[in-house]
């Protein structure tokens, strides 16, 4: 059925490395999202024209490369997230938190939000008590100085490894200012401000990834009762053939790489197909081009409805 078995290979995530042409090919995982929006991984190439070279994949904000090699050595990482959050449950009373039986004083900070008074207590070993501001996740607006503040959740990781927020402030010096929060790989904010509108995006990540099983004989896949021809593409890759197919619809079958040595056989796969087409990039990118430019709420409604 396609299934892979998963064994041990001394250890789960592993350094890997093969002879190509008497070289050795290193590879690994460094278990980071690249399906995310914005993707921030690119391509770089250091050299300072008197031998020294530096080629490899970097990431935002890290003025090197995550995997990459030079003409003596090749490094890469192999987890580049970081936790960076523990989590506790305090067990409160009269002010105060329990530690070994014995009840300590919490540490108390007032802080004016908005023209409100918020309360927020840390423990001795700087643990912070979660509570609710009145909702979880939601749109926020109040009045300071007769002017509106909002404020949105985008729900991406500021916790990552590394980290793709970035200030910016765009002007034509003629009275457009766009001042934010942006992100890579996208000319705009993410969460920003006109002299005109405020506009924010709540949910910054998408799922960008289908998956189907797909019923695979003679080298066809299966349509309401009938076997239509897959689509083969054959690769060479570090001097191997590799055998790789697609359904009409983009549906790419999944096969380990041993697997995919060879002509696929008779049996069920799962597939993976790309779940944005080009349109749908075209109009996101519209979208974030048009809406700094929008005079009012009405307007922005108008360009994001696309």
Known sequence: EGNTLERSMEASKQWYQRRVRGKPLMASDPHMDVSRLPGFFHELHYTDGKGFDLFGIGITSIPTTMFGRTRDITATLTFGMLDMSDYFVENIRDGKYERDGNFLPLTERIVDIAGETYYFYDTAEGNTLERSMEASKQWYQRRVRGKPLMASDPHMDVSRLPGFFHELHYT????FDLFGIGITSIPTTMFGRTRDITATLTFGMLDMSDYFVENIRDGKYERDG??????ERIVDIAG???YFYDTAEGNTLERSMDASKQPIRDGKFL???FAMPLEGEIIMTEV?????FCKDVEEAGKVVAR
């Open 240 to 242: 191997e053939t590799y």
């Open 172 to 175: 034509d010096g003629k009275g």
């Open 271 to 273: 597939a993976t197909s």
């Open 226 to 231: 009938n076997f239509l021809p897959l689509t």
């Open 288 to 292: 974030f081009r048009k809406l700094p």
